[in-house]
């Protein structure tokens, strides 16, 4: 089976016309480009700073986090530091859960925009048409094994590709992973997901729009969280058949270890099925830090070894994509490019094969779907060792308060 696991860096340059390295290309480049971590945090765009101000209980939490960022931190090391405290400060809950809503708001309508803007002809499409080809050609399509694909990202862009491609409208959970020639699998949620919660609302209470989110942010260090799932594009937070219950923006934080994921179980579970089948990584954007994916690697991919491709916008960049997968021992060979999402997926001139002289860190998505085990795409390198143990994430620092 082949598997693409997509990170920030592919929505980041998802639009051929406005690649990276071009970024006088087109006057809106940097007011609806999705944003990389730093840029969650501190949006340019106008909309991004609308919505910074539409969640003010989610204030302090940012500005924490840009101050880490001000200072070389690791953010998703801070988050974390921060999220251990929820047992003792009861607020970090409520400040959390604003983070989320602030999180989905501005990573639907961003993106969104982004999108409008190149209707929707993004890279996405390109990589998934020249993948399914290929799948058919090979495998037998639709008699064979589906192209497997995992993301870490909160936006649809991968769901709208989807849809181009192979005609399938991903507006209901159970569609996800169940189609014979693609399964999509988004182990941070999606800021179309919600999941139910349960608060303390008398029967016949009822709060439009919004305002059921900001209440259920008020309420957060009491709400209880339940198993099921709903795919929701509108503003409704509160149930309308039950007022007890709230259907709440089903995202991750961005935290080292990332203990839990943000899916429905049997998502997880046809993931890790999948996992088992998988031949073949192509790792687009994507840095390979999330630790808790990188054991489910280690634990459900094949004992034989696979292939990896790294796509990243430099080959240090690819070769940390690299560095980090192989100490899961899944690997034996690996190829990089460092053209960027938008040069991976571009038709070569020529084939592979008839090229005199080719930079193996400039290589095409047909490249490695046209190149056997034995051409010159392919770097072999021994399997690693296996992930070292687990850390303990470091205790949030303790200032020392005493009684005034």
């Given at each position: 089976?082949?598997?693409?696991v997509?990170?920030a ?11 990276l390295?071009?970024?006088d290309?087109?006057p809106?480049?940097?007011?609806h480009r999705?944003?990389?971590?730093a840029?969650?945090l501190?949006p340019s765009?106008r909309?991004g700073k609308?919505v910074v101000?539409?969640f ?5 939490l940012i500005?924490?986090l840009r101050?880490?960022?001000a200072?070389?931190l ?7 530091q921060?999220?251990l405290?929820?047992?003792t400060y009861?607020?970090?809950a409520?400040?959390?859960?604003a983070?989320r809503a602030?999180?989905a708001r501005?990573?639907?309508?961003v993106?969104?925009?982004w999108v409008?803007e ?9 990589a ?5 080809r290929w799948n058919v ?15 870490f990202?909160?936006d649809s862009?991968l769901?709208q590709?989807?849809?181009?491609v192979?005609?399938l409208?991903?507006?209901?959970m ?10 999509v699998?988004?182990?941070?949620g999606s800021v ?5 919660s349960q608060?303390?609302m008398?029967?016949g209470?009822w ?13 957060a ?8 799932w709903?795919?929701v594009?509108?503003?409704?937070y509160q149930?309308?058949d039950?007022a007890t219950?709230?259907w ?6 961005p935290?080292?270890s990332?203990?839990e994921?943000?899916m429905?179980?049997w998502h997880?579970?046809?993931m890790?099925?999948d ?7 192509i790792?687009?954007?994507w840095?390979?830090r999330?630790r808790?994916?990188l054991?489910?690697l280690q634990?459900?991919m094949?004992?034989?070894?696979a292939?990896?491709?790294a796509?990243?916008?430099?080959t240090?960049?690819a070769e ?7 100490e899961?021992?899944r690997?034996?060979?690996?190829a990089?490019s ?6 991976f997926v571009?038709t070569?001139t020529?084939?592979?094969s ?6 193996r860190?400039?290589l ?10 034995q051409?010159g795409?392919?770097?072999?390198r021994?399997?690693g060792?296996g ?7 470091a205790a949030?620092i ?6 005034l």
């Open positions: 089976m082949l598997m693409f997509f990170g860096g592919a929505s980041f340059d998802s639009d051929p016309a406005r690649r390295g071009d970024p290309l087109h809106i480049d940097t007011e999705p944003p990389l971590a840029g969650l501190d765009s909309r609308e101000a539409a003010p209980r989610a204030a302090s500005m924490q101050q880490a960022t200072q070389g690791d953010v998703e090391e801070v988050l974390e921060i999220k405290a929820e047992d009861p607020e970090t409520t400040q959390l859960l983070f602030y999180l501005l990573m639907d309508e993106p969104a925009e409008e190149c209707q929707g002809l993004t890279n996405y499409v390109l998934l048409a020249q993948a399914d050609e090979v495998r037998g399509g639709a008699l064979g094994t589906p192209i497997g694909c995992v993301t990202n909160y862009m769901e590709a989807v849809r181009s192979f005609g409208h991903l507006n209901d159970d569609k996800y992973a169940t189609h014979q020639r693609i399964h699998y988004k182990p941070h179309t997901w919600r999941r139910e608060w303390d008398s029967p209470s709060l439009d729009g919004v305002g059921g989110l900001n209440h259920a942010i008020e309420l260090p009491a709400l209880k969280w339940g198993d099921r709903a795919y594009t509108d503003d409704r149930d309308p039950d219950t709230a709440l923006p089903a995202l991750s934080i935290v080292r990332k203990s994921f943000t429905p179980e997880r579970v046809e890790v099925a996992l088992a089948k998988v031949t073949a990584v790792a687009v954007g840095r390979a999330e808790h994916f054991q489910l634990d459900e094949p004992s034989r070894p292939r990896l491709v796509v990243a916008e430099s240090e960049a940390e994509t690299v560095n980090n997968l192989w899961t021992g690997f034996n060979s690996y990089i460092s053209l960027g999402f938008s040069g571009e070569p020529e084939p592979y008839q090229r005199a002289t080719v930079d860190t400039h095409c998505l047909q490249d490695v779907l046209s190149a056997g085990p051409s795409v392919w770097t072999g021994t399997p060792p992930l070292a143990a687990d850390l303990a994430p949030l303790n200032p020392g308060y005493v009684d």
